[in-house]
C-alpha cells in the first residue's frame, strides 16, 4: 500500500525494525486523546497515590500515558499507584463501576459512558501540552522520490476534510453514524465534540517533539529509538506548502 492511516508509532517501529521506507508526512492529532476519569473524591493526579489505574494493557498507549502523567505529578508507577491492565475501555469502565479500580485512562467515547455513571474527569490528558504524533498519514520514501504529487494531493484533500469536519457538523455526525454503527445521539455529540475540537490540527504537520514521544515510548521495547533522530522518520513538506502558500488560511475565512 503506498499510503496509509496508522497511529505514528507504528511507522516509527518499522523503521527502528529494519523497514526504512515508511515515512510519517501528517498528523491529524497531536497529543494523547485521553482523560483520566475516576472516583469523585479523587481531585487531582495527585490524589492517585495509593489508589488503581486502569490500563488496557501493559505497553499500550493508555499505559505510556498513564506513566507519563504519573510522573508528571511525581508519582512512580507500582510504587505509588498500581496500574492494573482492564483488556479495553468498555473493561474499564466496567472495572471502575465494579470497584475493581479507583481511575482509569480512557479515550472517547467510554469517557461518556463513566461519566454517566457517576464518574468524573480528574484530568483531560490533550489540555497537558503533551505532544504526541498520533494519528498519522505515512506514505513509502520511494513514492515520495518517484511520484511526490501523489503523497501532496492526499494530503491536500485531507487538509479540506479536515475543514469540512470542523465546520460542517450535521455532516460530520451522519458520517460518524455510520462508520461507528450508532444512531446514539449522545455518544455521536461526545465524539464530535472531542475529535473535531482543539485537537484536531487544521494544518497536520508532524512535530519532532511530538515523533521524540513516540520513540520515548518505543524505547523500551525497541533500544535503537533511545539515540534515534526523530526528524529521520517524518516529513512535513506538504503541510509547510499549504500553509506557506496560505491554503490553509483561505478554508476558514
Sequence with gaps: MPIINTGANSSIAANLGGTKESVVVATFYNTLVFSIVGKPEIANVAGLKGKVLGITQLGSLSDFTARLVLAQAGLAPQRDVTLLPTGDYNGMVVSLSKGLIDAGVISP??????????????????STGIEYAGTSIATTRTLMKESSEIPRRVVKALVEAIHLFKTDKAASIR????????????VLEELYRIYSGKYLLRAPAP??????????????????????NPRDFFDDRFVR???????????YQ
Design 207 to 228: 512535530s519532532e517533539k511530538g515523533v521524540r514521544s513516540v520513540l520515548d515510548s518505543l524505547a523500551d521495547r525497541l533500544p535503537a529509538a533511545k539515540t534515534a
Design 109 to 126: 467515547p467510554s469517557t461518556l459512558k463513566a461519566r454517566n455513571l457517576g464518574f468524573r474527569e480528574i484530568l483531560d490528558v490533550g
Design 241 to 251: 506548502e499549504l500553509v506557506e502558500s496560505g491554503f490553509v488560511k483561505s478554508l
Design 175 to 186: 458520517v460518524l453514524g455510520r462508520w461507528t454503527k450508532t444512531q446514539d445521539r449522545e
